[in-house]
């Protein structure tokens, strides 16, 4: 049995199906079948070069859902900072607020908006308007204030969701198409958007797609909302959209994806949004966000930057920048960095002398190619010592591998953190290097900053 547009269970396949407590089941993209959208029978592995080098790949959403996983809102001068960090990067939109009536939240919005305008041409803005007056209200005075301004129009489209709200799917649309058409007839660009997307059937997503093409949006944005897509659902409905843009004549027509990481599928998903048709990412840096976060920026851009440059194209942002971009978001919204995961503070931290073996004999060899003047191999060696056992080369990011002495050391630790402070190797004594190998191993822990260089100082 399945839920009808005006609510009325209807048997069939696609819509909501009803339970006998009456409460809606929504759509699942992951695995319940239809014919509208049939489950792929196997996904491609990954975006090829050119899906990878679209020009608008990323949106940032560092300043607006990036703020609903965090305790303080950023000052003004801080968040103009951040942009600075963006704009270097190469980032081109950003998402920087919501209509949430007077207060606090509207005055920073817009003082932010004025000094973008001003300081960050290149930087296209967009809000979130949902579908009432004052939010369209709201946004057009955001409007006169950037004039390259965009707007995300939006609604709530899952069943569960219109059934908590005492929607039906008429008054869905309806609301769609009436603030999706007064928005542009303000001469604001619109992306048609709908949150749950990943939760809604494909009968109720392809007339919410027509509904937002035929009244002006000039792109449109599914949400995963929840973060509840795996690979394959977010395939499913990326394929499906762009057929619906197709079908409606606007083949052209740019397709967002934006997902969380509850269950640990953003990366994977945004992957296959790409492979499927989206042209760009919404990411947050650090992942930071509402519940378990959003995309990862850090963990997006070094993935296409990778595919890009093993095809041969341009990777299209200052990825020496980086590190930078996301350590000052963490410090201005206040998250800790995390000691593992993509470019936490063990990202290029060794102790191993494993690890540490290979890494000092690579450098060695560079420095073998340095007195022989082979300035090209030595500067391979030298990306070579600082790849041999990472798989992101830390001068690619803008930062430097580390170094330290642990239970797991060996002379080799020693001698490579000798010489990463920037000390002559020949100078190392053979007693000193036992020392602290044996003081490291009776601490039973890792010995490194502070303590390690208070132990190179007595030499």
């Known amino acids: 049995m399945t839920s009808s547009a005006s609510g009325t269970p209807t048997n069939g396949s696609g819509e909501a199906q009803l339970r006998s407590t009456g409460v809606v089941v929504d759509f699942n993209w992951n695995s319940d ?24 790949i990323v949106l940032s959403e560092c300043l607006r859902d ?20 963006l704009n270097n990067f190469g980032i081109r939109s950003a998402t920087v607020g919501i209509y949430a009536g007077a207060g606090a939240l509207d005055v920073t919005v817009k003082e932010l908006l004025a000094s973008m305008r001003d300081q960050f041409p290149d930087i296209v803005p967009s809000v979130l308007s949902v579908c009432t007056p004052a939010s369209l209200r709201w946004t057009a005075e955001c409007k006169e204030i950037h004039p390259a301004l965009e707007a995300i129009v939006f609604m709530g489209s899952s069943p569960s969701r219109r059934m908590v709200q005492g929607w039906d799917l008429d008054f869905v649309l309806g609301k ?9 007839d303000e001469g604001i660009p619109v992306i048609g958007g709908t949150e749950h997307t990943t939760q809604t059937s494909p009968e109720d997503v392809r007339e919410i797609t027509r509904v937002q093409v035929e009244n002006g949006a000039y792109r449109v944005a599914v949400a995963d909302t929840i973060g509840i897509a795996r690979p394959v ?7 499906f959209v762009r057929e619906i843009l197709d079908e409606l004549g606007t083949p052209d027509m740019k397709l967002d994806w934006h997902g969380h990481r509850d269950t640990g599928n953003a990366l994977g998903n945004a992957m296959m949004a790409l492979v499927a048709g989206a042209d760009r990412i919404h990411v947050v840096s650090r992942g930071v966000g509402e519940r378990s976060g959003n995309a990862s920026l850090e963990e997006v851009v ?6 890009r440059q093993e095809g041969g194209l341009p990777v299209g942002w200052n990825m020496s920048e980086l590190l930078g971009l996301i350590s000052f978001y963490q410090e201005m919204v206040g998250v800790v960095t995390p000691e593992h995961g993509v470019l936490g503070k063990r990202y290029s931290y060794t102790s191993s002398g494993i690890h540490t073996d290979a890494i000092l004999k690579a450098n060695a060899l560079a420095e073998n190619a340095r007195k022989a003047q082979d300035f090209e191999l030595e500067n391979k060696l030298r990306t070579m010592a600082r790849t041999v056992y990472s798989a992101i080369d830390p001068a690619f990011v803008g930062g430097a591998y580390s170094v330290g002495v642990s239970q797991w050391s060996g002379l080799s630790s020693v001698k490579l953190a000798w010489l990463e402070s920037g000390r002559d190797p020949e100078k190392l004594s053979a007693e000193r290097a036992e020392e602290v190998l044996s003081h490291v191993k009776g601490l039973g822990r890792e010995l490194e900053g502070e303590e390690l260089e208070a132990w190179f100082a007595k030499s």
């Open 66 to 85: 990036g703020l609903q996983g965090v305790g303080r809102y950023p000052s003004v001068d801080e968040m103009l900072r951040y942009l600075e960090l």
């Open 176 to 184: 769609l198409e009436t603030f999706i058409k007064q928005t542009v």
């Open 33 to 56: 079948p239809n014919p509208l959208a049939p489950l792929p029978g196997s996904l491609p592995s990954e975006p090829t070069p050119l899906q990878a080098a679209q020009a608008d």
């Open 302 to 307: 070094l993935n296409l930057a990778a595919i």
């Open 233 to 239: 659902g977010a395939y499913r409905l990326c394929r």
